[in-house]
Structure formats: C-alpha cells, structure tokens
C-alpha cells in the first residue's frame, strides 16, 4: 500500500560524511511524520531523528549538531545528512514514516533499511 525505499548507506571513514535519501510512493494521503531509526548489532531500534508535518524536528542526543534531516518540497523525500561519523555510528539505519492513506487509516511504515559501517 506503502512502500519506503532508501538509498545512500555504505562504508565511511571516522570523521566522514554520508546522506541518507528515503522516497514514499503508493497510497499516500499525506505524510505526517517522517524520520530515521538505527539498530546496531544486538541493540534496539533507536530514533536518530524525524520532522513532523509542520517541519519541527527531533534529534537523538548522541546525533544532535552532527546530523541533520531535511525533506522535498513535495514531502515524500527525505534526507539524513550525517557528518563526523563515529564507529558508534555503525548501524542500519531504517526509513520510517507515519502515514494517512488514501482510504484514511494511519499507520507506521518502515523501509528496508540501509548498512552504515564507519571504520578505519
């Protein structure tokens, strides 16, 4: 009904840079929420950041002025721009969304997730 699809992870670094793109498509009435969660090896799910409807953002404390989420204009692509990457940055890192559809049920859809490996 609703499908996330991200792109941008990979190797990087300690101190590098990586962005971080998820695009929605299906039956979407509107995007309330968007965002981006990681999960280490043996670690929860854990909020990295997210931007509600009216553009306030929320940040974890441990990515805050290393981090920044953006959107298109459209809001239905959003970004995770991530700077002075650490090894405990290491992750995937999953797209997330709170989505109204077409039919107007809400409901939390996630995309595949994305490897971040930051090594020497």
């Known amino acids: 009904q609703v499908q996330l699809v991200e792109s941008g992870g990979g190797l990087v670094q300690p101190g590098g840079s990586l962005t971080l793109s998820c695009t929605a498509s299906g039956s979407i009435f509107a995007i309330r929420a968007m965002g981006w969660y990681r999960q280490g090896s043996g670690e929860a799910r854990e909020l990295v950041a997210r931007?509600?409807?009216?553009?306030?953002?929320d940040y974890a404390d441990s990515v805050r002025g290393r981090f920044a989420i953006s959107r298109d204009n459209a809001k239905t692509t959003w970004y995770l721009v991530m700077n002075i990457l650490t090894p405990e940055d290491t992750a995937r890192y999953y797209c997330?969304?709170?989505?109204?559809?077409?039919?107007?049920?809400?409901?939390?859809?996630w995309g595949q997730g994305t490897q971040v490996t930051v090594s020497s």
């Open positions: 997330w969304a709170y989505v109204t559809t077409q039919s107007r049920q809400h409901d939390n859809y």
């Open positions: 931007v509600d409807r009216g553009g306030t953002t």
